[in-house]
């Protein structure tokens, strides 16, 4: 446990920002610190060695001109030569044109022959500076050019040692090192700072959620600080109203249901009672509350038949079992079904088909659903009225219309009438055997088809629900 919590703090926001503060000021430090010393040294290098290059080319004409290599006695060369080597603490050689060392300054290697590629080069004319990093020193080679055939015929070799450069260096290196140190400190404390505070707002909305998880709070989440916790508690603001509108439609439900199914038991109960009260009760009379008895029977069942019906089709994931369907067939066979009904009723049924439609459906579901709708459009009817079924289709979708000429829905009811229970006049519904959940079905059954339903209707008047349903079925 103890492991999986640790693993997690690494990926948190904080630490992620934590260490973005300190990569981007301490990598640049470094950089600046290496570039600087780098750069330090190449140019303290390069003004020595031009700085030496010039002297040596005067001392190389000087030479030249008092005929030194000729004869290396001259007291005066010999001073300069001694001065340059101690002004840069360095060694200085002079070869003639046999390549033979005729003068060394630190006297070790006087008349050796020395054909190094530098030297030869200058005997060319050419003047050499190197420097070498691993023995830390500056080579120079100059040429000695004869006055009369202006030609070189000697050289002059510098080697200056750098040694003094690279102390100035460590120097400045520890001088910077001092300071990265302080200013690493100093980053560390303003990136554990910064984290904490960016993500204050994150935690402070945690603080807030797991308050409301225990029921502490039951207030709407404001955290300010930063945009996007703002943005998040509106989010979450919207999700909880969601949330509650959703309990509460379940609480409602619920609590219908119960009466609902309340309602004809306390019926029956009533009934059965009376009949156990008097003991003489006549044959007739039981017979007829034993019907009614019935008849509460029949309507407990088909409450409960409907809210099967319903629940089976509100899951999450309900179950289809599409196939290809004449739907002007399977209309003729509901009108057929209800068409006693109708005319027990007086009401006239009328089918209008404007073209033969197939249609990928669930045939029980979609049946169920025209079923209420033709059913309610008979119930809802008056003596002598009609009902009018028509289908119609293009090449998507494919249209359905049931229309009466009926008792009409009251305006402020239309937006009501898909809700479950929902009840124009109850009293009138229960009557002819309405449960309030026969629209919700159908619209149920519509939408899980990606169909569309609407009413339109006038009190009074006549009602007409148009039905939209896809010919094509794409889960
Ligand atoms: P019920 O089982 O009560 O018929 P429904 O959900 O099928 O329940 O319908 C809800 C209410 O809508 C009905 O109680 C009724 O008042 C009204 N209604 C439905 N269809 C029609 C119609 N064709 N004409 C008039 N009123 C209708």
């Known amino acids: 446990m103890s492991g999986k919590f640790s693993l997690r703090r690494l990926r948190s926001i904080k630490l992620k920002i934590f260490i973005l503060l300190i990569v981007f000021s301490i990598v640049p430090l470094v950089i600046l610190r290496y570039g600087i010393l780098m750069n330090f040294i190449n140019h303290e290098i390069d003004t020595k060695t031009i700085e030496i290059t010039s002297q040596s080319k005067l001392l190389a004409t000087h030479i030249a001109s008092t005929g030194y290599l000729d004869d290396p006695t001259s007291e005066v060369i010999n001073a300069e030569l001694s001065q340059l080597s101690n002004l840069y603490g360095g060694r200085v050689m002079i070869v003639d044109k046999s390549y033979t060392i005729i003068k060394d300054i630190y006297q070790m290697d006087e008349g050796k022959v020395i054909t190094s590629r530098a030297v030869v080069e200058s005997f060319d004319g050419v003047v ?78 945690r603080r807030k959620l797991n308050e409301r998880r225990h029921g502490i709070i039951d207030e709407e989440l404001h955290v300010t600080g930063s945009y996007e916790t703002e943005v998040l508690c509106e989010e979450i603001n ?42 003489n009760t006549p044959a007739e009379l039981y017979r007829e509350f034993m019907q009614d008895i019935a008849q509460e029977i029949d309507r407990e069942s088909q409450i409960i038949n409907d809210l099967l019906s319903l629940v089976k089709m509100d899951k999450q994931n309900p179950e289809l079992n599409i196939k290809q369907v004449n739907i002007n067939e399977l209309l003729e066979v509901i009108l057929k079904r ?16 404007f073209r033969p439609v197939t249609a990928d459906i669930d045939e029980v579901k979609m049946s169920l659903a025209i079923s209420n709708l033709v059913e309610n459009a008979v119930k809802y009817n008056k003596e002598g009225g009609f009902v009018k079924v028509t289908l119609n289709a293009d090449h998507q979708y494919f249209y359905l219309t049931v229309e009466d000429n009926g008792m009409g829905i009251p305006e402020d009811s239309l937006d009501h009438v898909f809700e479950r229970f929902y009840r124009v006049d109850k009293s009138h519904s229960r009557e002819i ?23 339109a209707s006038t009190l009074g008047e006549g009602t007409t629900f148009s039905v939209r349903v896809p010919l094509i079925y794409i889960a």
Do not use: W
């Not at 379940?250 to 038991?265: A, C, D, G, M």
């Not at 055997?433 to 009413?455: D, P």
């Open 128 to 205: 050499n500076s190197f420097y070498d990093p691993e023995y830390m020193y500056i080579g120079l080679t100059v040429p000695i050019i004869d006055i009369e055939t202006s030609k070189p015929y000697g050289v002059l070799i510098v080697n200056v040692s750098s040694e003094s450069t690279m102390e100035d260096r460590d120097y400045y290196a520890a001088q910077a090192d001092l300071i990265m140190i302080i200013v690493i400190i100093v980053d560390f404390c303003l990136a554990l700072f910064f984290s904490q505070l960016l993500v204050y707002p994150i935690n402070k909305l």
């Open 238 to 279: 919207g999700v909880f109203k969601n949330m509650k509108t959703l309990d509460e439609s379940r609480q409602e439900f619920v609590s219908n249901v119960s009466h609902e199914l309340k309602t004809p038991i306390t019926s029956m109960k009533v009934l059965a009672d009376s009949l156990l009260a008097d003991e």
């Open 338 to 353: 209800i068409k006693p009904i109708a005319e027990k009723a007086d009401v006239d049924l009328i089918l209008e088909s």
């Open 433 to 455: 055997g309405g449960t309030g959940l026969g629209l919700a079905i159908t619209k149920s059954s519509i939408v899980m088809h990606k169909g569309a339903i609407k009413v």
